[in-house]
Structures are given as structure tokens and as C-alpha cells.
């Protein structure tokens, strides 16, 4: 490769289906040759006839030290889909278990859990779909906007050992917001609360107090508390929560992400 490179070689070039030497070499995870290729002007994000990146065939044959060499160049475009709309992650995801590594390193390097295919696929539906435990419990790591619609398809230990994750972390979001009010309750007594509303209201940052909106889940019928700056969904009512005798409660599934 050297050699040819050193005599002219268009590192541009394709076959009849836009692949082009970097393709090759990340197919086959050639971490050096692709080192090099870079570095001699070859395009990370080149696309074949059906817009798969060099990153994706990474991704595809499970080259982690490759896929990790690659998110560390700054030119790469980690959300870039192929004509299907599957980014990296999403396949990544579909690998099942040969990809759990791969997806890992992709969402720590800001991959997005959340990207959609043509189809409305997305990498939670695809890993509840395979009932892969792992690959849910990673997107859930990272934040991924949980949605009924993908945890309908689980099933049997799947489903127990998924419902189980999420019980747990709905205790550490009322044990989180519990410390949080005991912080509040403490600045308050101390006379510093105030002056940290201030400072959030002079756009220094913006307070979570009293941030609540209600809400009525679609499957008890209850109502529960989400906070438009944490983020946050709490069943018991907050002590800072102030009624808005104007707006009207709209039934949501509880612990979904929602935009204010």
C-alpha cells in the first residue's frame, strides 16, 4: 500500500460499487493501514453506492481498536447513515452480542441512542426486539429516551430482568431528588438558597425549583411530577411543585423524556 501510495495512487478512487481503499482496509481492520490511509489524505467519510462509511464496515466486522482509532479523528462524522438511515450505533445494535463492545465505545465517543431509520427503527426497538439484556441495559446507560413502544416488545427474562433496571433507577431518581430537596431545605435555612435563585435568574444557570409540570399516567390513571430542567419524573408530589390553574394535565407514559 505504501508503495503504490508513494507512486501516485488515487486514494480516492472506487470500484463500481463506491468502495474505496479505506473500505477495504477497515473491512479487513487494518488499524496501521488505515492510520496511514488517513493521514495520506484518504476520506474517512467516504460512502459506497449505498452510503455505508468506512466507520460502519468497522462497526459491521466488530474491529474495536479500529472503530476506537476512528472516533478519535476529529473529521469523522459519527452520525452519518447509509441509505436505509442505519448510523454506526444502530449497527452496532443489530450485531447482538459481537457488538456490544463496539456500541459501548461508540455512545462514550457521543453516538446518539436515539437516531431513527427510514423504517422508525431505532437501537432501543432493534435491542428489545433481539431481548438482549446487555445491549438495553448500555442504551439505558446513555440516556436513551425510553419508550413504551420498545419495551412492549420484550419478553419472558428479558422482560423481568429490563422491568427490574428500570424499578431500580426510578429508586435512585427519588432517592436523588430526596437529597436534592434536603440540599434545598439546608441553603434555605443557611439564607443562601435565595441567592442561588438569583444567581439562576441573572442566566448564571436556571433552577430546578419549583421546574414541575403534572402529569396523569396513561397506565394507573395517576398522577406524576416531571421537572422541565432535570429531566426528572417523581410520583410523589414535590414540595416545590407549583399548580398551573391554567394548563391543562395531559395523560403520558411516565419516565419518558418530554421538551418544554
Request: glycine share 6%; proline share 2%; aromatic share 8%.
Amino acid at each position: 500500500v505504501k508503495m503504490l501510495v508513494e507512486q501516485g495512487a488515487n486514494l480516492l478512487d472506487t470500484d463500481y460499487q463506491g468502495f474505496t481503499v479505506l473500505h477495504f482496509a477497515a473491512m479487513w481492520g487494518w488499524t496501521s493501514t488505515v492510520r496511514f490511509l488517513l493521514d495520506k489524505g484518504a476520506d474517512i467519510n467516504a460512502q459506497t453506492i449505498s452510503g455505508r462509511t468506512p466507520l460502519m464496515y468497522a462497526v459491521q466486522f466488530a474491529h474495536v481498536n479500529l472503530v476506537i482509532m476512528l472516533l478519535g479523528r476529529r473529521e469523522l462524522m459519527v452520525e452519518a447513515s447509509d441509505l436505509e438511515g442505519f448510523t454506526a450505533l444502530i449497527i452496532a445494535i443489530e450485531m447482538g452480542e459481537p457488538g456490544l463492545e463496539v456500541a459501548r465505545a461508540l455512545l462514550r465517543a457521543g453516538a446518539d441512542p436515539n437516531a431513527l431509520t427510514l423504517r422508525r427503527k431505532n437501537a432501543l426497538k432493534i435491542a428489545c426486539a433481539a431481548q438482549n439484556i446487555e445491549q438495553v441495559s448500555l442504551l439505558l446507560d446513555f440516556k436513551v429516551q425510553r419508550r413504551n413502544s420498545a419495551f412492549n416488545l420484550l419478553k419472558d427474562e428479558a422482560l423481568a430482568a429490563v422491568t427490574k433496571r428500570l424499578e431500580a433507577d426510578e429508586r435512585r431518581q427519588a432517592a436523588e431528588e430526596e437529597a436534592a430537596e434536603a440540599e434545598r431545605e439546608r441553603l434555605e435555612k443557611s439564607g443562601l438558597y435565595e441567592a442561588s435563585k438569583a444567581a439562576a435568574g441573572s442566566g448564571v444557570g436556571r433552577s430546578a425549583y419549583g421546574a414541575w409540570v403534572e402529569y396523569v399516567e396513561k397506565k394507573t390513571g395517576k398522577p406524576f411530577y416531571y421537572n422541565t430542567v432535570t429531566r426528572k419524573s417523581v410520583r410523589n408530589k414535590p414540595k416545590d411543585f407549583k399548580p398551573n390553574k391554567g394548563k391543562i394535565v395531559k395523560e403520558v407514559i411516565f419516565g419518558l423524556s418530554f421538551y418544554h
